[in-house]
């Protein structure tokens, strides 16, 4: 069977979903979503990403985003694989969390249907599973964008693109949300956001070309990709090497430790996805545990530098040198 195809490129929209493994629930607990969240505005501060809608139940996750960059595989690697090993960490357990791979749709967010219909999808995810408190109104279900639509209350702000949102929507989206609900006839109910692409024909045609024309903009992704992130990381490197009057030799005669290295990683783990121990080696600092043991401890000294004492909780890794899931 192929596998779904992934395409990137710069302002795309995408539907992501993705479910736990039998026995596994990413988001049982209220504690469990708040962790997601933080990880998620982390993860939207690496890629510029802005999200559009959201709703989570204890097994499933639906968002739809918005990728100013060319990076949604890296993004929800770095997402979905830290995310895994903080749950992994705070329920004391190990292994992989979710299916092997997430689904992803692209969205034509520039005109008809299809973005309000994505969101509406999305909106209605508790109602799809039968959670408790679904039945009611999709409204009564707390862990999804609806809230912000109801509340005006944004609990992912600087993530969540509130007016945006509010603007897709449309104006009748919780009496649209309720009659979709309540719909018994096939022809009454939401229309799913399936195969590639949720768009008119002319949008799907103007994806093709640009995917058969080599244009640079867009592209396939697949396994024989380079690692996600690295391109973004490189340019950090190569102009934080240019200010410090460094160049590759340099760079290597520094000590592991240097504090130009340790402010160069940290830069990197903030506003990229590549992983720790990529930064190991194009930095030349060792081994990973040494750079994860720095990385920890600037944290520590930041955290007690803006807020007094240090945080009582043990520093811990935010990733695993490998992710026990299969990855695009």
């Given amino acids: 069977m192929a596998r779904p195809v992934r395409i990137e490129f710069p302002g795309a ?9 039998s026995g596994r629930t990413p988001f049982g607990d209220p504690a469990d979503v708040v962790l997601f969240r933080r990880t998620l505005e982390e993860a939207a501060a690496k890629t510029g ?50 299916r092997g791979r997430y689904r992803s749709v692209l969205i034509q967010s520039d005109g008809g249907p299809w973005l309000r219909e994505a969101i509406e999808w999305v909106h209605l995810l508790p109602a799809r599973e039968g959670v408790a408190g679904a039945g009611d109104s999709p409204a009564a279900h707390p862990h999804s964008s609806l809230r912000t639509l109801v509340t005006g209350e944004n609990e992912l702000p600087g993530v969540l693109a509130g007016e945006t949102l509010r603007q897709a929507a449309g104006p009748d989206h919780l009496e649209r949300l309720e009659r979709l609900r309540r719909a018994s006839g096939p022809a009454s109910r939401p229309r799913p956001v399936t195969a590639w692409c949720h768009g008119d024909e002319a949008f799907r045609e103007q994806v093709r070309q640009k995917l058969a024309s080599g244009d640079p903009t867009i592209r396939r992704v697949g396994t024989a990709d380079p690692v996600p992130g690295v391109a973004e990381a490189e340019a950090i490197v190569r102009r934080e090497l240019a200010a410090l009057g460094w160049d590759e030799a340099q760079l290597e005669r520094t000590p592991k430790s240097h ?49 007094g004492p240090a945080p009582t909780t043990p520093e811990t890794p935010e990733e695993p040198d490998a992710f026990d899931v299969r990855w695009d």
Wanted: hydrophobic share 50%.
């Fill in 13 to 21: 929209c995408h539907w992501i979903a993705t479910r736990a493994l």
């Fill in 49 to 98: 990403w802005r999200l559009l809608a959201w709703a989570v139940t204890p097994e499933a996750l639906e968002m739809v985003l918005e990728t100013p960059q060319a990076n949604l595989v890296a993004g929800m690697k770095w997402l979905l694989g830290v995310f895994t090993a903080r749950w992994n960490r705070r329920h004391q357990t190990g292994g992989p969390l979710f």
């Fill in 259 to 307: 504090s130009a290295k340790l402010r160069l990683a940290m830069r990197l783990r903030r506003e990229t996805t590549v992983t720790i121990p990529w930064i190991a080696r194009r930095l030349v600092m060792g081994s990973p545990h040494t750079v994860r043991n720095l990385l920890a401890a600037a944290r520590r000294a930041e955290a007690k530098a803006a807020s």
